[in-house]
């Protein structure tokens, strides 16, 4: 029986200092992949990095086998003690991995139930795994089913209108330390979408001095003309930090940007006036040391948390139905994934009698020399039209017990009836059970 597992951890069982260390940029995807894959056990795979979470997707034939090879395999690449994984990680099979990813996918597992920005990241990891031919039938079945779910949580549930960035939660909290914010001057650092979020609330927050930054200057340029910013170069943030009162910061580097001692000759400068620091990115971009010194505010995104806004009733409300829809569709899927132990007896049954049918009108045409080539195809298609009308009820059947004890007996005597002990592989079921995915 194939298994689904996912493995990982998250914002919910783990700080930031201790996931920060398991994230896995998209330049070091493939490998990491690579070392997973070449598990035994492993016979798909993917890997869902976030600010927020790192988990693998795996199927497997060994659940035993694959959770220790797993295991070896985030270990060998990160490089950290068992003790982390034992003390943090979670790991669920089947059912409860299908549910899992759902939720995820839908925004209902994330720090800030309702945030956009998952499905984005879903499906980035998804395209990443299938760029390295790393997922098969199961999980390519599985993810865009995850995906079509999400889209249904969105239009049947105000999940989304409810929702709130941890961008949008950094200006809160901007807001809250200083009052007006537009007399401040706040520093962007960096130009993913994240950093884009932000500076846009900003905005209407009714900042006016804005300094954007990034590794590359061209995007801090092309951003800052469309928010009409200032683009400054990297190299110049630590010369211009006595003028600023707010640094958000949310890049890919994984080395600080911002240490003591950039900030304490700021502060210097600034005649020790304060500067609050908003660092979303993980792994983090502040050095948490800065938190220290004096007149100095951090708040990396666990800090976030707990800035959410008034609407928590409806947001409950809005979570409770997405929840119902995400069960109702994990068991569907579930229903699916057990289908998969009758599959191997449905092809075996398809193919003897495609080869009974062969060779039988091989033998008639053999015979009847005079039929022409409409003749032959017209037989041809009678007898496709008989087989398919005998094998119809029987495969329904099969397929409905699936999940049921009764599906292994039927699978079992069908193969013993018809004599159906040659191997094959197996491939996905043609037949989509997901029709309403249109």
Known sequence: MYQIIVTGLSHKTAPLEIREGFIVQDEAYKEVLSDLNSRE?????LILSTCNRTELYVVTNDYERCIDEIKDSLLTYHNLDEIVINNHFYSYTNEKAVKHLLRVTSSLDSMVVGEPQILGQVKNSYNLSSKNESNGIILNRLFQYAFFVAKKVRSKTSIGSLSVSISYLAVELSKRIFEDLSDRTILLVGTGEMAVLAAKNLINSGIKNLLITSRTYENAAALSNELKGSAIKLEEIYYRLKDVDIVITATGSNNYIFKSEHISQALKLRKNEPMFFIDIAVPRDVD?????????????????????????????????????????????????????????????????????????????????????????????????????????????????????SLGAIYSDTIQKLYNLDEELELIEDLEDDVTDRN
Do not use: C
């Not at 056990?41 to 795979?45: D, K, R, T």
């Not at 990396?300 to 997405?322: F, H, T």
């Open 288 to 404: 948490p040391k800065v938190n220290e010194i004096p007149s100095v505010y951090l708040y990396d995104i666990d800090d976030m948390q707990g800035v959410l806004d008034n609407n928590i009733s409806s947001r409950k409300e809005s979570a409770r139905k997405a929840e119902s829809i995400v069960d109702n569709h994990g068991d569907k899927f579930i229903n699916w994934l057990e289908g998969l132990k009758v599959l191997p007896t449905i092809v075996k049954l398809r193919e003897k009698m495609e080869s009974i049918k062969r060779l039988e009108l091989e033998r008639v045409f053999g015979k009847l020399e005079t039929l022409d080539d409409t003749q032959k195809e017209n037989i041809n298609n009678m007898v496709d039209r008989l087989i398919g009308k005998m094998l119809h009820e029987p495969i329904t059947n099969l397929k409905k017990e699936s999940s049921s």
């Open 41 to 45: 056990s492993v016979l798909e795979s």
